[in-house]
């Protein structure tokens, strides 16, 4: 599943990413929170893992056209460095790269 290649706010448009990131942020915000208060099930928890992997993904088929977007990305990119070196990486990079080269063509406008 990939994210938009424009996301229209109030007739504004937006990078598609930027309220994905911002839904990822939130969850993990939740699953913080009541773990904290020590009331997170198991359950609970999976499905919230579950939604925030289903964002990753949407991000990771994106590439950024604004500067939110590409931190987003660059953020996802390190939340992996944990893990071997594969394709999600590679598909991170490539479309970071091409969000870039966009920008860069428009001037850095998002």
């Given at each position: 599943?990939?994210?938009?290649d424009?996301?229209?706010?109030?007739?504004?448009?937006?990078?598609?990413?930027?309220?994905?990131e911002v839904e990822?942020?939130?969850?993990?915000?939740?699953?913080?929170a009541?773990?904290?208060?020590?009331?997170?099930d198991?359950e609970?928890?999976?499905?919230?893992d579950?939604?925030?992997?289903?964002?990753?993904?949407?991000?990771a088929?994106?590439?950024p056209?604004?500067?939110?977007g590409?931190?987003?990305?660059?953020?996802?990119l390190?939340?992996?460095?944990?893990?071997e070196?594969?394709?999600?990486?590679?598909k991170?990079i490539?479309?970071?790269?091409?969000g870039l080269?966009?920008?860069?063509?428009?001037?850095?406008?998002?």
């Amino acid at each position: 599943m990939s994210a938009p290649d424009v996301f229209v706010l109030g007739g504004r448009q937006i990078d598609p990413i930027l309220p994905l990131e911002v839904e990822r942020q939130q969850i993990e915000a939740k699953v913080d929170a009541l773990d904290g208060a020590g009331i997170l099930d198991s359950e609970t928890e999976h499905e919230l893992d579950a939604r925030i992997i289903v964002l990753e993904d949407q991000i990771a088929a994106a590439a950024p056209s604004s500067i939110g977007g590409a931190i987003a990305v660059i953020g996802q990119l390190k939340r992996l460095s944990e893990y071997e070196w594969g394709e999600d990486h590679d598909k991170l990079i490539e479309n970071l790269l091409a969000g870039l080269r966009r920008l860069a063509g428009a001037g850095g406008a998002a």
